[in-house]
């Protein structure tokens, strides 16, 4: 159906929108707010556009400065039998906390909590952490259950897309929404008119992980090893082909790339049929492959590492100390 076709049920999904922001601004629907800071780290577009990385970014940036990071998210993908609220722990089942909590776990070295309903996500890791002095929620934008003090829209090469809101076209809220500050590409960033600080956010390809030696290779060494032999990829994520151009951009020939639903639990062998000597992931996606569904000599984790605007971070513990100063911070909905 054409996009056009859908403009009177994506303005009646604005209106809802517009409506219940406004119910959780003029207190008619209730929220919880904590008495630490909270930063959302989220977006208006449908689909994956590096939130993850960037939180992690984030809670590693704010750990050097002596801060006391703790982290929360939905847990997209996970089991519904799993418990609730759970605290994820480096070795657990991305089964039972989804894949982003369990990798947010690993590398963050931070408290991770999951939850259907973020603010008893929140409040079980504060009771469980009394020392967390700041709240990072992995997405959430538009769960305004949870009161915030700092909004962070992350974007990516796709924009705004046609500039519609779902179901004609991939914006949730509006594109200009208010905003603490916006990060992604500069030349996307050049699109926001929102009144709020921009960052710019650069991607780039980290090392190479073998899946069942643990061994680690350099993207350059990983190609004089593999490249002859036939390099395949796959990706599980909210944008697939982005992570496929990432690769090409980086000199890798792909024979053949598998693009597979976000979150995919990776619970069958999707690889049978690749002939490939070497198959590329995101780090996301290999913490699901187990030796007990597939072989994993052939699988190899490729990181991704973020370049962010210098100036984000000391902007960042600015806005936390101005709200540790006022206690009730602000509610943005």
């Known amino acids: 159906m054409p996009a056009i076709a859908l403009l009177p049920l994506a303005c009646v999904f604005g209106v809802l929108g517009a409506v219940r922001r406004l119910a959780y601004r003029q207190g008619w629907l209730p929220h919880w707010r904590a008495s630490i800071p909270v930063i959302v780290v989220g977006n208006v577009t449908v689909g994956g556009t590096g939130k993850t990385p960037l939180v992690l970014a984030i809670a590693r940036s704010l750990r050097a400065a002596g801060w006391k990071p703790g982290i929360v998210s939905r847990g997209h993908g996970r089991s519904k039998h799993a418990p609730d609220p759970l605290h994820v722990l480096p070795n657990g089942d991305a089964t039972q906390s989804g894949d982003e909590p369990l990798l947010l776990a690993r590398l963050s070295e931070c408290p991770v909590w999951v939850g259907r309903n973020r603010p008893r996500a929140a409040q079980a890791l504060l009771r469980a952490n009394p020392q967390v002095d700041v709240l990072l929620s992995d997405d959430g934008l ?8 700092v909004e962070l829209v992350v974007v990516d090469a796709r924009g705004a ?18 905003r603490a500050a916006t990060l992604g590409p500069p030349d996307v960033l050049q ?11 650069g991607r780039h390809l980290g090392a190479v992980r073998n899946l069942e030696s643990g061994e680690h290779l350099t993207l350059d060494a990983f190609l004089q090893r593999c490249g002859g032999l036939g390099v395949a990829a796959a ?3 909210g944008n697939p082909e982005q992570f496929f151009a990432m690769l090409r951009q980086a000199g890798v020939h792909l024979a053949h790339t598998l693009a597979l639903p976000d979150h995919h639990r990776y619970e069958r062998d999707p690889f049978a049929a690749m002939t490939a000597a070497a198959i590329l992931m995101t780090e996301k996606d290999a913490l699901k492959c187990n030796a007990s569904v597939m072989p994993l000599e052939r699988l190899w984790a490729i990181g991704l590492e973020l370049d962010i605007d210098p100036a984000f971070f000391p902007w960042l513990q600015a806005q936390l100390r101005t709200r540790t100063e006022r206690p009730h911070g602000l509610t943005s909905a």
């Open 142 to 149: 538009q769960h305004l259950g949870l009161a915030r003090d």
């Open 191 to 201: 699109r926001v008119r929102a009144e709020a600080p921009r960052f710019a956010i």
């Open 161 to 178: 897309g046609n500039g519609w809101l779902l179901p004609a076209g991939p914006l949730r809220e509006s594109w200009n929404r208010p």
């Open 235 to 237: 990706a599980g994520i």
